[in-house]
């Protein structure tokens, strides 16, 4: 039952009340994270340097590594999660790791439009490869890295396989302010850093949300990370496709990227989820304390109400998981108690 606490007292008057705090719920979904880069060192600064800072520690990168994450997120509470997984190992990891929930989404990087068929063959293979080996694991996804460092033939042919295979799909978009420069005329910090990686790669004069919606990437209903940087056309878009977006406002913040437009998404009815990213630009991962930031953030634009269902609700269509119930009967450890707004995280087994 939902409602009042005077009604309910009223209906069942010989009924114990404890007070658990703000909100029970199904477990929350951390619907992105890097788990390959939990031994990166915390980063603040650009976006631009946050990528140099990877590709600079890239020997702190692997399986060991997205073993202390994994280890990290099971402790976290969570009910499922979304990794970005890189290499074949951590993938093997994943799949092979019994008792987990959620999507492990196989990322591609070619941003040459020359290496489209040979990438998307090599990544065809690899993903019956992992299908084969381990069919009853976690979930299987797919990544484009970004609408720059993957071609535009590529991320045609790599949607058509999401379409035909059913296969979940998250691309980061919209993340740095440089983005939008890059796009439009192929200029910007951005352009600066990746330029000597981009080959044949030529800007399409739109942003990166139309970029998409143009090459017909948004009819696979990507799930999109970060969409800090957009305009209320791009939200209208992403609207019109039934995409869900991930927001990751505490690895926005240390990139310096700007505040997520959490009003413009609500406006038009858009499911958004939570993520924490990475260890590299997130201090824990811990999707409660995203949420807690999201709410510091965003004021009373965004309701404690929407933002536990963000958590809950958002991160599970974000995975393209059938939502979670709780019925009667079930134990009541499978549930979440959400303390007060701005409290924090009250992991079930400790009330
Ligand atoms: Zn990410």
Not at 169 to 196: F, K, T, W
Not at 259 to 288: C, I, M, Q
């Amino acid at each position: 039952m939902v409602g009042k606490l005077e009604d309910a007292r009223r209906s069942y008057p010989d009924v114990p009340v404890h007070d658990v705090g703000f909100a029970i719920s199904p477990p929350p979904v951390n619907a992105h994270t890097h788990l390959d880069l939990s031994r990166l060192p915390y980063f603040r600064g650009s976006y631009e340097n946050f990528i140099r800072h990877v590709v600079a520690n890239d020997l702190l990168r692997g399986v060991d590594a997205a073993g202390e994450g994994l280890n990290k997120i099971r402790g976290s509470g969570v009910g499922a999660f979304g990794d970005i997984v890189e290499s074949a190992e951590v993938m093997r990891l994943l799949l092979q790791t019994s008792g987990l929930r959620g999507v492990a989404y196989w990322e591609v990087f070619a941003p040459n439009p020359a290496d489209a068929d040979q990438v998307f063959a090599e990544t065809v293979e690899q993903l019956r490869a992992f299908r084969e080996e381990h069919p009853d694991g976690l979930k299987l996804g797919l990544s484009p890295h970004t609408p720059h460092t993957v071609s535009g033939p590529l991320l045609q042919k790599l949607t058509r396989l999401a379409i035909a295979e059913n296969l979940p799909m998250q691309i980061h978009v919209a993340e740095s302010p440089a983005e939008i420069s890059l796009h439009r005329n192929g200029s910007g910090p951005l352009h600066d850093l990746m330029g000597p990686f981009l080959g044949d790669w030529q800007p399409s004069g739109l942003s990166p949300v139309g970029y998409l919606a143009e090459l017909g990437v948004l009819e696979a209903k990507p799930t999109l990370i970060h969409m800090v940087n957009v305009t209320e056309e791009d939200v209208k878009l992403v609207a019109k496709a039934g995409c869900v977006v991930v927001h990751c406002p505490r690895s926005n913040e240390a990139l310096g990227c700007g505040r997520f437009p959490w009003e413009l998404y609500a406006k038009h009815g858009v499911e958004v989820a939570l993520g924490t990213d990475s260890l590299g630009s997130s201090p824990d991962l811990n999707v409660v304390r995203e949420a807690a930031a999201a709410r510091t953030l965003h004021g009373d634009k965004a309701s404690p109400l929407a933002l536990v269902r963000a958590a809950v609700k958002g991160g599970s269509r974000a995975l393209g998981l059938a939502p979670p119930r709780f019925a009667r009967g079930d134990h009541a450890a499978a549930l979440y108690l959400w303390e007060a707004p701005h409290s924090g995280d009250v992991p079930a087994e400790d009330v």
